[in-house]
Structure formats: C-alpha cells, structure tokens
C-alpha cells in the first residue's frame, strides 16, 4: 500500500498512526523515531491527504484505510493513535472494528462538530482550500517553530499540506456524533491532550462520559499539535499505555 510506511521489528506490538486534517503520516516522524525500535509502527496517509489526496475524503472511507493497515500489516489488530482528524477517524475505527483495535489513543478530539459547530464546520470546509498559499505559508511556519527537525522534510516527501483533503473533511466531520461512537468501543482508551488545547479540554468530559474504560493524560507547555511540540511526552504516554494495556490484557 503505498498510502503506508511501515518501521520497526516485525515482532513489535503494532502501532497505526492517523494524521490530523491537512497534514500526511509524515507529521508522525518524531513518534517513529521514538517508538519504531520496540514497536511496528504503521503510518497511514488518510483519503484526500498525502499520496492519497487523489481520494476524497470521508470518514467511512478513513475507517477502512485504517482497516486495511491493521488486517494488511498488524496481523488482524493494533493499537490506533491519532491527532485531531485522526482520532476521529480512530474512534469511528474503534467503534466499527472494536476485535480490531488493542487500544486507542485519542488526542485533540474532544469537541463534537454538532450544532453551531457544525455550521462553522461546513463553512470553514468550503472556503479553506480557495486561501491554499496563505495557509500554507503559516502552516510551514508554525509547523518549523514547533516540530522537531526532520519532520517537515518527511511531510513534503509525501506532497506536504492537503488543504483540499482538510476542507473535505471538515464538511464530513460536521454532525457526527463522536460520543455515540466512542462508548461502543469496550477496549482501553487514552485520551491524550495538551494543556493549551482549550477547547478540547474542556470539551473533553462529555465526550468520554460513559466510556468503559478510559485515562485522560494531560501533557504540560502542549497545544492541540503536543506530538510535535512535546514528542517525549507524547511518545512516552503511548509506550507506558500499550504496556500498561498489555499487562492488563495478559
């Protein structure tokens, strides 16, 4: 498949990364380096990102590319990681193919795009793509300030920003109910966030009420994108939950 890369020993405990909107499995460059010599890390461009923005996005189409890496690469299951759009896509993942994910690690995904939201959801997806060389242009800034080296070499070898992808899936996102979804899954969930991810924050309680089994993991001096800011941290709470959920499992 080429919408994956796959690191680490073929022996390791499978991990599937999913990227957040706009971005590509690149931006998961500093959690392979740190977790790729214990773990089989597997990155996924999801539809309408990377080497697969020739696909449109939607969430059912993201569900199944995560899918196809567990049954392809994971030997039928795999502890699911992902950021803002890619939690989503983990927890719908998680919610459809409960056998199929050990765990799940969600960070940024606590608001639900419903009401209002959805709105501005639906708005925001319509005209983001017509601002592409402004957008890009801040987002290469920001993402220099923030991510340790070598992570935007790996996203532009991946074709770099999707804003096309990032509108589809804003306007999919909007009027899913997230929380539904997420109370189906019986397995361990991390619910990992940075501190200045306000919203989220805040948001977060309502999502996971009623989740059978969660933690909530708030990492310190992190944003919304706190695997970039703070890649220790962030790589350091996956490794401690697959550990933690494997002791407990076993």
Request: glycine share 14%; proline share 6%; charged share 20%.
């Amino acid at each position: 498949m080429k919408d994956v890369e796959i690191t680490g020993p073929p022996q390791g405990h499978p991990l599937v990364f999913l990227h957040g909107a706009g971005a590509n499995l690149g931006m998961w460059h500093p959690q392979i380096e740190r977790l790729s010599g214990e773990f089989r890390c597997i990155a996924v461009d999801l539809p309408g990102h990377g080497t697969a923005r020739s696909e449109r996005f939607s969430l059912e189409a993201g569900v199944e590319s995560g899918r196809r890496a567990i049954d392809g690469h994971a030997g039928g299951t795999a502890t699911v990681v992902g950021l803002s759009l890619g939690a989503y896509v983990g927890i719908a993942l998680a919610a459809t193919y409960p056998n199929r994910v050990a765990g799940l690690v969600s960070s940024g995904a606590g608001v639900e795009f419903q009401g209002l939201t959805a709105w501005v959801n639906r708005l925001e997806g319509l005209v983001f793509p017509f601002f592409g060389p402004v957008v890009n242009r801040l987002a290469a800034r920001a993402l220099a300030r923030i991510a340790p080296p070598g992570t935007g070499e790996a996203m532009d070898a991946r074709g770099g920003q999707s804003l096309k992808g990032a509108g589809q899936a804003l306007r999919d996102l909007a009027g899913r109910d997230f929380h539904s979804l997420l109370v189906n899954y019986p397995g361990p969930v991390l619910a990992l966030m940075g501190v200045r991810d306000k919203h989220n924050v805040q948001a977060l309680p309502t999502m996971i009420e009623g989740v059978a089994d969660v933690e909530v993991q708030i990492i310190e001096d992190g944003g919304h994108s706190c695997s970039l800011s703070q890649p220790d941290a962030f790589s350091d709470a996956i490794r401690r939950f697959v550990r933690q959920s494997q002791q407990a499992s076993g």
